[in-house]
């Protein structure tokens, strides 16, 4: 968010500083009055080392055998004496160094200034209308000049080669400086320029437009230049990027038709200040039609910004349409603040409740004068909005607590401590005075400790409900690395329900380009640290797709487990919190007069019955007839109680499918304490067979029944000494005897244990190739690709097996590391699997343990099955 100045009048355009920097100038537009100075001396030592330097490559180009001979010519002898060059000459030997030196944005702009400054602004404007009469084929790489060439363009010529290295956007920045400077020079020289450019009209299209461009003020050659440009256009539709002719042209063009004609896919992104300049709030709807075809977030957020300085309420209507959208917040936010009548109005008459609010109690005086502009309704709701700004009184200074008294400076525009929600202390006494939460935002950005002495003053709640506004602000501000304090300070303010917010966001994170930001937010989940936190942590750990992401967990929770001194896979077990749940597994939902019981099925999915038992499709929502403060908290629980589990069950589920896969064993005393008698994974535990083992050999088998005790195949009850070793039995080690006690009970698995296929070397049929789609899918069975080779081709993919086994299959041509899905449906090359244990190099299948080789052949197994 940033600080705007409210519209003295709420139907100018005014455009913001900071689009000056940008902006192509026009004479008699905006910031006329604001001379652009040349520094001459800076200028002539810049332009002239870029125009001197590297004179050998520089002549290669020119000398070229299919160059131009009348640019070779001219372009030499400008070489040899640049500051005596003709205008062609200088054009030829600036698009020779551009071939040279890629992009050189910021020489080019000393340049044009130095011909200004040294040669006069008529020269000047004749070179970059020479350039534009240039094109360039080829170019320079690794030492050598390869195939480049200069030629005068053809006359017809309007569509961009992508292999040309002059085409509009090399010289953006040559040709924008000497347009900002005819923007507000002397009527001498303006004039001077038109009377170099005149003759130009006569040459090739780019020459014509590119005089359109910097001699905006010409509307008969803009109007000529647009009727040329679509009586000669090419093909069935649109180039995807500009050519040089709307290049030239977009920024200057001064009516919707003109405008139609000319705009590109680009309108928005390159030149959406000079069309608002040049058409007026008119480009509304083109504004908005440009969405469709860039969809980026940057893209996005530059049309809202262009949005949000439209004086019109139709403009602030768009944006308050689409407030649900977090590219579009801030825009609205800078709209409200810039046209604070026009925004009560709207947002009144639009019944938008939660902006209204704040945006009345920041300016009460105005809105009671809209009162009389509005409708009725409108009116009613600017009314309570004032209303309920009165009942918010500041509590008493003595009962603010004391460290909340001392200042609290501006840590960053986008707080607006006086737009934030108003915190009601719990005695009851007010709410906190504007300085005060200025001061509780300092203590949050600073990591002062004393901070977590403030929850317990105020209302449940409303310290997590403040740092979340403000990681949101930060959020929709584009989260500037400078305040990432604002990411930290949730592991003060934070709860289970920060945690619950913010893990899918830590999640998503690295797929937007946030990988640090989802680090830093693995320390917030350890700096909350409670189960909850610890739980997603874990989960994270567990089961994401970002490899950097989930190895930086994994550090995490091995971190933690070592403090606590435990394996990861131990204080995993621990990691599971009971929610609250009865000892059966359930969860009674107390509405006062009726009352709702919540259970799991084989999948954990949460379900509801009634007090008969039927189940029902929904919790209910609380009713008239409800106690209100029982059934609220009931509702909010189970809603609580969901999103946990939801979490809880994908990584139980993966965790215990993998305890199998894995042997992994716990003593009957854990295998009591973390699984069976846990309330949640009881549910899972009663729906899998379970193995006694000594020396690593199955030997007995057996079931938990309703009532928690232990049952064989058939039903004879067991009982387990606390030392025994307890794990979940893979099928190779049953027989057919548990399918039949399973179905007999109508039973349901969590996942595929009984019906599980089982593979043996023997009946091993080995993929020889497979789509990049079924090897990425592997990664879900914990396979990680291998480090890139040179050409960024990940060419082995990897898994470690129980034992120390590492197997290992080579893939040719590779999947690129830069982004796999790009060639999700390619295929690859496989080779056999390679084990290895230890030393020893090139194990047989036979020699792994029946289960593992299932396991392992299992997972091949896929790779065919997704062709």
């Known amino acids: 968010m940033r600080i705007v100045q409210p519209a003295t009048d709420e139907d100018l355009l005014v455009p913001p500083p900071a689009w000056r920097r940008s902006h192509h100038l026009r004479r008699g537009g905006w910031w006329a009055d604001r001379p652009v100075r040349i520094d001459a001396v800076k200028a002539a030592a810049a332009g002239t080392a870029f125009l001197t330097s590297g004179p050998e490559w520089t002549e290669k180009v020119l000398r070229r055998e299919r160059a131009d001979p009348a ?147 010409r509307e008969d050659w803009i109007a000529e230049d647009v009727a040329w440009l679509t009586a000669h256009r090419t093909g069935n539709g649109r180039e995807d990027w500009a050519t040089p002719i709307e290049y030239a042209l977009l920024p200057s ?53 262009a949005v949000a300085v439209i004086p019109t309420d139709d403009a602030y209507r768009a944006l308050l349409d689409r407030r649900a959208d977090r590219v579009v917040r ?45 409708t009725q309704t409108a009116a009613g709701l600017i009314r309570a909005a004032l209303a309920e700004t009165g009942t918010d009184r500041d509590a008493p200074a003595d009962r603010v607590p004391a460290v909340l008294g001392g200042p609290g400076p501006v840590v960053s525009a986008w707080v607006d401590a006086e737009t934030l929600p108003r915190i009601a202390l719990r005695d009851g006494s007010g ?56 990411l ?52 994270i750990s567990q089961n994401v797709r970002f490899r ?37 597994g359930t969860l009674t939902l107390d509405y006062g007069p009726r009352w709702f019981r919540a259970g799991f099925d084989e999948q954990l999915r949460p379900y509801v019955t009634d007090a008969a038992g039927k189940r029902l499709k929904a919790l209910p929502r609380p009713g008239a007839s409800d106690d209100a403060e029982k059934a609220s908290a009931a509702y909010a629980r189970y809603a609580a109680l969901k999103k946990d589990v939801r979490v809880l069950a994908r990584d139980q589920l993966t965790r215990l499918e993998a305890a199998m896969a894995d042997r992994r064993r716990w003593t009957a005393a854990e295998f009591r304490a973390h699984l069976a008698d846990h309330p949640l994974l009881g549910h899972l535990v009663r729906r899998l067979v379970w193995g006694v083992y000594a020396d690593g050999t199955l030997c007995a088998a057996f079931r938990v029944a309703e009532d928690r005790s232990l049952a064989g195949p058939d039903d004879e009850e067991m009982t387990l000494a606390d030392d025994a070793l307890v794990g979940v039995a893979h099928p190779v080690e049953l027989g057919t005897v548990w399918g039949e006690v399973f179905s007999d009970y109508e039973i349901l698995q969590p996942f595929p244990q009984l019906g599980r296929e089982v593979f043996t070397p023997a009946d091993a049929e080995l993929p020889t190739d497979a789509e990049n789609r079924a090897l990425l899918a592997l990664e879900k069975r914990g396979w990680r690709r291998g480090e890139p080779g040179p050409g960024g081709q990940q060419q082995s993919i990897g898994k470690t097996l129980p034992g120390g086994v590492h ?28 084990l290895t244990i230890g030393d020893r190099r090139n194990v047989p299948l036979t020699d792994l343990d029946p289960v593992t080789a299932s396991e392992l052949l299992r997972d091949l197994a896929t790779l065919a099955a997704e062709r």
Request: hydrophobic share 45%.
């Open 548 to 584: 950097g992401l989930k190895e930086q967990a994994e550090e995490k929770v091995r971190a933690v487990a070592d403090r606590l001194g435990l394996t990861p896979e131990r204080l995993a077990d621990r990691l599971v919190p009971r929610l609250g749940l009865a000892a059966d």
């Open 71 to 217: 640019v070779s010519e001219a372009g030499l002898a400008a070489l040899a004496d640049p500051e005596n060059a003709t205008p062609d000459g200088m054009a030829a030997l600036l698009g020779a160094r551009c071939l040279v030196r890629n992009r050189p944005d910021a020489e080019l702009t000393a340049v044009a200034e130095h011909l200004m400054a040294a040669r006069g602004v008529a020269f000047a404007v004749r070179v970059a209308a020479e350039v534009a009469g240039l094109r360039a084929e080829g170019g320079y790489s690794d030492g050598e000049v390869r195939g480049a060439m200069l030629r005068v363009t053809r006359t017809t010529y309007t569509r961009i080669d992508y292999f040309d290295a002059l085409r509009p956007d090399t010289f953006a920045t040559f040709r924008r400086r000497i347009r900002g400077h005819l923007a507000t020079a002397p009527a001498d020289d303006y004039a001077a320029a038109e009377a170099a450019l005149t003759p130009y009209r006569d040459r090739a299209p780019q020459q014509r437009a590119l005089a359109s461009f910097l001699l905006p003020t």
């Open 330 to 374: 801030p825009a609205l936010h800078d709209a409200t603040a810039r046209f604070p009548r026009r925004a009560l109005r709207l947002l009144a008459e639009a019944g938008a409740d939660d902006l209204l609010r704040g945006h009345v109690a920041r300016n009460p005086g105005l809105a009671a004068a809209v009162l009389p502009e509005l």
């Open 431 to 486: 709410v906190l005075p504007v300085a005060s939460v200025r001061r509780l935002v300092t203590l949050l950005a600073t990591a002062d400790p004393r901070v977590t002495g403030v929850r317990d003053a105020l209302v449940p709640g409303a310290l997590r409900e403040l740092g979340w506004e403000l990681f949101t602000r930060w959020q929709d501000a584009d989260a500037p690395a400078k305040d990432g304090w604002a």
């Open 488 to 539: 930290t300070s949730l592991g003060l303010s934070g709860d289970d329900e920060t945690v619950r917010r913010l893990a899918p966001v830590i999640r998503a994170w690295p797929g937007k380009s946030g990988h640090a930001r989802a680090v830093h937010g693995l320390d917030v989940l350890t700096a909350i640290g409670t189960e909850t936190a610890l739980m997603h942590l874990h989960g």
């Open 253 to 305: 063009v001064r009516t919707l038709a003109q405008l139609d004609a000319v705009e590109t896919h680009q309108l928005h992104f390159d030149w959406f200040t000079e069309v608002l300049e040049n058409i007026g709030p008119a480009v509304l709807p083109r504004l908005l039609s440009a969405l469709t075809r860039w969809d980026g977030a940057d893209s996005r957020r530059t049309v809202f910004a």
């Open 807 to 834: 197997v290992e299959l080579e893939l040719s041509p590779g999947i690129p590391i830069s982004d796999p899905h790009d060639v999700w449906a390619d295929s690859q090359e496989v080779s056999a699997p390679r």
